[in-house]
T-cell receptor, first 114, second 113 residues
Framework: DADVTQTPRNRITKTGKRIMLECSQT?????MYWYRQDPGLGLRLIYY???????NKGEISDGYSVSRQAQAKFSLSLESAIPNQTALYFC?????????????FGPGTRLTVL | GENVEQHPSTLSVQEGDSAVIKCTYS??????FPWYKQELGKRPQLIID?????GEKKDQRIAVTLNKTAKHFSLHITETQPEDSAVYFC????????????FGTGTRLTIIP
């Protein structure tokens, strides 16, 4: 089945370290998103990309950067991790038209910054 | 930008009873309103959605209602079952090419057997 995958699934790192979270999809979707989930705060959009040459900031992009290496790959980087970036990170994809407006989420990456 | 408020944050109901979760939004241009369900340890999944040209939509035990004038929409689950226990998120978006969703803060629904 076509799917959205994320690596790693869990990561513990230290303050100041650079870290990259990766997202891959076999759905053939053009649109990809990165969210973070914190208890009581829901899902907040970090960055999104509507095609390979398109990158857009979401509501909480400070401290993050992204790279859309190909239609199927969208990576999130924390240049210098800090403890308040400890969260559950989700990648999602969508494709206007074929699947409507539904966003399909990956399994998540749990990141802990010590 | 859009702001979505969701209430209540937690909700417990007896199995077989109904559950209602409410959301309000701020941007009158929003016209697409999905609901996602996230079971414990799982990824969010779409369960139902509604567009602004429709006032109500049903899918078996789940229904969503939309009041554009008041800028609020609600999720109704009837005849609740243990498998309905999960966190539910509402969201709002302008469509027509922009699928950028703004999510509510979530409601943890617990079904009491």
């Amino acid at each position: 089945d076509a799917d959205v995958t994320q690596t790693p699934r869990n990561r513990i790192t230290k303050t100041g370290k650079r870290i990259m979270l990766e997202c891959s999809q076999t759905k053939g979707h053009d649109r990809m998103y990165w969210y973070r989930q914190d208890p009581g705060l829901g899902l907040r959009l970090i960055y999104y990309s509507f095609d390979v040459k398109d990158i857009n900031k979401g509501e909480i992009s400070d401290g993050y950067s992204v790279s859309r290496q190909a239609q199927a790959k969208f990576s999130l980087s924390l240049e210098s991790a800090i403890p308040n970036q400890t969260a559950l990170y989700f990648c999602a994809t969508s494709d206007l038209g074929r699947s409507g407006d539904e966003q399909f989420f990956g399994p998540g990456t749990r990141l802990t910054v010590l | 930008g859009e702001n979505v408020e969701q209430h209540p944050s937690t909700l417990s109901v007896q199995e077989g009873d109904s559950a209602v979760i409410k959301c309000t939004y701020s941007d009158s241009a929003s016209n697409y309103f999905p609901w996602y369900k996230q079971e414990l340890g799982k990824r969010p999944q779409l369960i139902i959605d509604i567009r602004s040209n429709v006032g109500e939509k049903k899918d078996q035990r789940i229904a969503v209602t939309l009041n554009k004038t008041a800028k609020h929409f609600s999720l109704h689950i009837t005849e609740t079952q243990p498998e309905d226990s999960a966190v539910y998120f509402c969201a709002a978006s302008e469509t027509l090419g922009n699928e950028k969703l703004t999510f509510g803060t979530g409601t943890r629904l617990t079904i009491i057997p």
